[in-house]
């Protein structure tokens, strides 16, 4: 059964620099083992099967009371990224002298901000960070995204679609069971002003907690599936309210669902794998986007829906693929295919026959970074429909991903134990982060701890190690020696790396590689490589996520509990 555990702040604790933090809360979750028999999967079919025990997890945290300044992270206050410092007359100078094969991944951020602001797709200068609560409008009602993104071939309706299937009434075979607890509608009705909600997804079970801080409860709901298990889930940011939360979860039949869990009504796309039969791995919105999400299929293909389109049919564009026929990332079907925009998938695109372990977009540009089961990590710049380049991890399959808040060095955890820091700006490791005995599950900046110049992240693993860490970009100084062999700075101790230039500096034309064609950054033997030590470490049982959110940190168990760690 279900349980919820109110702990002593005595019990658990542990300390950094700015103070203690207590473990509050320990919900227990039973789960239902996924059975082959009681599936759909070919016994004949050579698809890797994607990871079956590992929970996932995501946060809602909706404050409808408070004012934009007291929900920003640290980060937005008055550090903003060298993207966002960079005026718009050093863009419209950049942008003359650009050629429109260079891959200047600077540019490329540069262009697409002046793009958008100049068609009028987002209104605010701020950054959204995914899994946190960006800064909302005067109004407190939408949340605005630095980085928006929609393509004007895709048409919107003036008349917004809404999960109109009731999953408390649905007489479908998919659903084995949903489990409402009756005072979550009480409270929701009660239009309390802050309200927490902690998704998650385990085997055949999708769970969402109610907290309501001022009711001083707890409520754990739950859909249980009859024929596949849930592998992936995600909530949008952006569309967020206390009346509705859009939240799209995909499954190991590669069906995807639209659930909102105020109305607790749905939507059924990719039925009968339609448009791809292949499990999904990975699920996210698109940032700043109301109705696009991004599926990471188990062949490596990445296809982008769209929720107000419920008719999914795929035929694919012979013209395309004949073009990328020699190319690892090939556009089966394009965003800007005009005239096949009235079902979904509105893009298809087929990376490779790897699995994808999982997918982070960057807050400040339109690109997004995709892990690897074969250890590599592929770069994809999704608003021009390019590949950017591909890392390597030092040995064994990649497990994890995330970006920083400005979108300057991404974090991946992976099955060599280490946690990697490399630099989007600069396309190299920055450090191997040594702490973990086992494979590395989750990684993620915390964004309340991050500024310009100073970075805090935390990470955990199957050895039920939480582990946090701090680098700072200020003691990353440039190697003079450039490697021009394999395209990388040697770093020659822990204090030697890359630093972004500053922020009221233009960033010259050939600064970065210009070549159309995807970098491609082999892997780097460990002496050749700075490492990192945790200034934190707590052991408890194997640990699937983190999450950092403004006032707690969410850490899941590998299959049955949920924490919440108080901040000081």
């Known amino acids: 059964m279900d349980a919820i555990e109110p702990l002593s702040e005595q019990e658990h604790r542990f300390s950094l620099e700015e103070g203690v933090y207590c473990l509050k809360k320990h919900f227990v979750l039973h789960s ?35 004012c934009a300044s007291q929900i920003r992270p640290l980060f937005e206050h008055k550090n903003r990224s060298i993207k966002d410092e960079l005026s718009l007359d050093q863009a419209k100078s950049s942008v003359s002298s650009i050629s429109p ?8 951020a540069l262009l697409e901000s002046k793009d958008m602001n100049d068609c009028g797709l987002f209104s605010s200068n701020r950054v959204s960070f995914a899994g946190n609560t960006p800064e909302t409008s005067k109004d407190n009602s939408t949340v605005k995204s630095y980085y928006s993104f929609h393509p004007k071939s895709i048409s919107v309706p003036a008349k917004k679609l809404k999960p109109k299937n009731s999953i408390l009434k649905t007489s479908s075979s998919f659903i084995s069971k949903v489990i409402l607890h009756d005072d979550m509608t009480k409270c929701l009705a009660s ?34 599936f009859s024929k596949a298990y849930v592998t992936c889930h995600d909530e949008n940011q952006y569309t967020q309210s206390a009346g509705q939360i859009d939240t799209v979860f995909g499954l190991s039949t590669s069906d995807i669902i639209w659930f909102d869990p ?50 999914c049919y795929f035929v694919q564009d012979e013209s395309l693929m004949e073009r990328s026929d020699s190319c690892p990332f090939k556009v089966l079907k394009s965003l800007y295919d005009t005239e096949n925009q009235r079902h979904n998938p509105i893009s298809y695109w087929q990376l490779y026959k790897h699995s ?23 770069l994809i710049d999704y608003k021009n429909e390019r590949h950017i380049g591909t890392y390597h991890s030092w040995y064994g399959g990649l497990t994890c991903v995330s970006w920083s808040p400005d979108g300057q060095y991404i974090l991946t955890g992976g099955e060599d134990d280490l946690v990697t820091i490399w630099s989007f700006l600069d396309r190299t490791i920055v450090y191997r982060c040594q702490g973990h005995q086992s494979w590395v599950n989750s990684v993620s900046f915390d964004p309340w701890k991050c500024n310009k110049s100073h970075y805090r992240f935390g990470s955990v693993g199957e050895d039920g190690r939480l582990l946090f860490w701090e680098f700072s970009a200020d003691s990353l100084n440039k190697s003079e020696d450039f490697n021009q062999s394999n395209g990388h700075f040697p770093l020659k101790n822990k204090h030697e790396s890359i630093k972004a230039p500053p922020a009221d500096t233009e960033i010259p034309c050939n600064s970065l590689h210009t070549s159309s064609d995807p970098f491609n950054h082999a892997p780097m033997p460990p002496a050749s490589v700075s490492t990192l030590s945790p200034i934190m470490v707590l052991s408890d049982k194997s640990l699937a996520g983190i999450i950092f959110c403004e006032n707690f940190i969410a850490i899941s168990g590998k299959k049955d509990f949920i924490q919440i760690w108080n901040r000081p």
């Open 191 to 224: 239009k309390t002003s802050d309200i927490i909600y902690i998704f998650s997804n385990v085997e055949k079970v999708f769970n969402w907690i109610g907290i309501f801080p001022e009711a001083k409860k707890e409520f754990i709901s739950k859909i249980i």
């Open 356 to 378: 994808p372990t999982s997918l982070s977009f960057s807050p400040a540009s339109c690109h997004v970074a995709v892990s690897f089961s074969n250890g590599t990590l592929k």
């Open 262 to 311: 105020i109305s607790t009504k749905y939507i059924h796309f990719n039925k009968q794998g339609v448009v791809n039969s292949s499990p999904i791995n990975c699920i996210k919105w698109m940032p700043g986007t109301e109705d696009l999400f991004m599926a990471a299929h188990n062949d490596g293909s990445l296809i982008i829906y769209n929720k107000e389109k419920e008719k």
């Open 101 to 108: 094969n260079e891959t200047d991944l600077v540019k490329d």
């Open 32 to 66: 239902v083992s996924y059975s082959l028999k009681n599936g759909v999967t070919d016994p004949l079919s050579v698809d890797i099967k994607p990871i079956t025990n590992k929970m996932e997890i995501s946060v809602v945290d909706i404050k409808q009371d408070k």
